[in-house]
């Protein structure tokens, strides 16, 4: 399975984007998916995350409240939506799924936020947003 992301770009601190993630090569429903961002000099830091079925959903203390995580596994397809931005939220952000063997049925397993858990990666995509 590939993740491709989408909808980064330059924006003004307090505007909207909203950022996609497209599952090729296999089902995007058999893993919980994360969005994970990193700044110049930074590490990677997590952003949010959703279960396999679209459940359940974590975000940072950073984000919360201001993104909101969605997923559609008939599109294969997982979003980031972002409101309110702001300039430390500037950074590369990739989309992770992390296979969860439960998928189907009625368990989730609780997606991590340890990037280094992750099964499938994205090639990342700029968001820069200005002051």
């Known amino acids: 399975v590939q993740l491709v992301e989408s909808g980064g770009g330059l924006v003004q601190a307090g505007d909207s984007l909203t950022l996609s993630c497209v599952a090729s090569?296999?089902?995007?429903?058999?893993?919980?998916v994360a969005w994970f961002r990193q700044a110049p000099g930074i590490e990677r830091e997590f952003v949010a995350a959703i279960t396999w079925s679209g459940s359940h959903t974590y975000y940072a203390d950073s984000v919360n409240g201001r993104f909101t995580i969605s997923r559609d596994n008939a599109q294969n397809t997982a979003t980031l939506q972002m409101n309110s931005l702001k300039p430390e939220d500037t950074a590369v952000y990739f989309c992770?799924?992390?296979?969860?063997?439960?998928?189907?049925?009625?368990?989730?397993?609780?997606?991590?936020?340890?990037?280094?858990?992750?099964?499938?990666w994205g090639q990342g995509t700029q968001v820069t947003v200005s002051s």
């Open positions: 992770a799924g992390v296979l969860d063997t439960y998928a189907g049925g009625s368990y989730y397993y609780v997606p991590p936020r340890q990037g280094r858990k992750y099964d499938l």
């Open positions: 090569g296999g089902t995007l429903s058999s893993y919980g």
